[in-house]
């Protein structure tokens, strides 16, 4: 994956480049530290995933620059100021990176969108069924042919044994035999879904009850483990 990086501050720079060439799966296309510079590399390269600092001097906007891109790559924002993950969001971008962070920190995110775009790139082979957000997963149905399911028809998955439930507010039951409960979680949005307990991730969105600890969506209860901190707002 063709990586740069756009980031004003040198000493930040220098430690993301550092960041980059320790994993395996990204390319160093560039590091950058101007608009101008950024430009002329997506001029020459096809860049896979950008890197970007919010406030890059002057009147300069990451975000501003990103919106003017005619090829968008997955987008990781970097920035002190939080309230650009709400921006980030509505941009859909991939992943948030608050200031300052770690190389942990940096591979859990980067983690996030390498399963990001592995599925994308299984999707790439559905036809096009909706004109809605562009956000789903790729499923096969029983007829063993390939469809979508946009995130915001998914009320929950529920692992059992060894195979991934996705529940739908179209009272559908889809199955994902080999897909894990840690990918498919590194590969939704935050600001959506909720993992509660080793087996259930809800959609927030349709959580009708938090009881102690307990979440309930429609006829259906899971408990809440003390291992995950739930934050959702009961519509």
Same mark, same amino acid.
């Given at each position: 994956?063709?990586?740069?990086?756009?980031?004003?501050d040198?000493?930040?720079?220098?430690?993301?480049?550092?960041?980059?060439?320790?994993?395996?799966?990204?390319?160093?296309?560039?590091?950058?530290s101007?608009?101008?510079?950024?430009?002329d590399?997506?001029?020459?390269?096809?860049?896979?995933?950008?890197?970007?600092?919010?406030?890059?001097?002057?009147?300069?906007?990451?975000?501003? +620059?990103?919106?003017?891109? $005619?090829?968008?790559? %997955?987008?990781? #924002?970097? !920035?002190?100021?939080?309230?650009?993950?709400a921006?980030?969001?509505?941009? *859909?971008?991939?992943? =948030? %990176?608050p200031?300052?962070?770690?190389?942990?920190? /940096?591979r $859990?995110?980067?983690?996030?969108?390498?399963?990001?775009?592995?599925?994308?790139?299984?999707?790439?082979?559905?036809?096009k069924?909706?004109?809605?957000?562009g956000? =789903? &997963?790729?499923? @096969?149905? @029983?007829?063993?042919?390939?469809? $979508? &399911?946009?995130?915001?028809? &998914?009320?929950?998955?529920? *692992?059992?044994?060894? &195979?991934?439930?996705?529940?739908?507010?179209?009272?559908?039951?889809?199955?994902?035999?080999? !897909?894990?409960?840690?990918?498919?979680?590194?590969?939704?949005?935050? *600001?959506? =879904? *909720?993992?509660?307990?080793?087996?259930?991730?809800?959609?927030? !969105? /349709?959580?009708?009850? #938090?009881?102690?600890? !307990?979440?309930?969506?429609?006829?259906?209860? +899971?408990?809440?483990?003390? @291992?995950? @901190?739930?934050s959702?707002?009961?519509?």
């Amino acid at each position: 994956m063709n990586c740069l990086i756009l980031e004003d501050d040198l000493q930040t720079l220098e430690k993301v480049v550092g960041y980059v060439k320790s994993s395996p799966e990204l390319t160093l296309a560039g590091a950058c530290s101007s608009v101008t510079e950024s430009i002329d590399i997506f001029n020459k390269k096809s860049i896979d995933l950008l890197l970007l600092d919010v406030e890059l001097g002057g009147d300069n906007n990451g975000l501003d +620059f990103y919106k003017v891109l $005619k090829q968008k790559p %997955l987008v990781i #924002v970097m !920035t002190s100021h939080s309230q650009y993950a709400a921006a980030s969001y509505a941009e *859909q971008l991939a992943g =948030f %990176l608050p200031k300052p962070f770690g190389f942990p920190q /940096f591979r $859990k995110v980067l983690e996030h969108v390498l399963s990001l775009d592995k599925m994308q790139k299984l999707a790439a082979s559905v036809d096009k069924i909706d004109t809605g957000t562009g956000n =789903f &997963i790729p499923i @096969k149905t @029983k007829s063993r042919q390939l469809a $979508k &399911i946009f995130f915001r028809d &998914i009320t929950y998955f529920e *692992q059992t044994k060894q &195979i991934l439930n996705v529940h739908t507010i179209h009272n559908e039951h889809h199955v994902l035999k080999r !897909t894990t409960m840690n990918e498919i979680e590194a590969s939704l949005p935050l *600001q959506l =879904f *909720q993992r509660i307990n080793k087996s259930v991730i809800v959609n927030k !969105t /349709f959580v009708d009850q #938090v009881i102690m600890d !307990t979440v309930v969506i429609g006829d259906a209860s +899971f408990p809440i483990s003390p @291992k995950y @901190k739930l934050s959702i707002s009961v519509k």
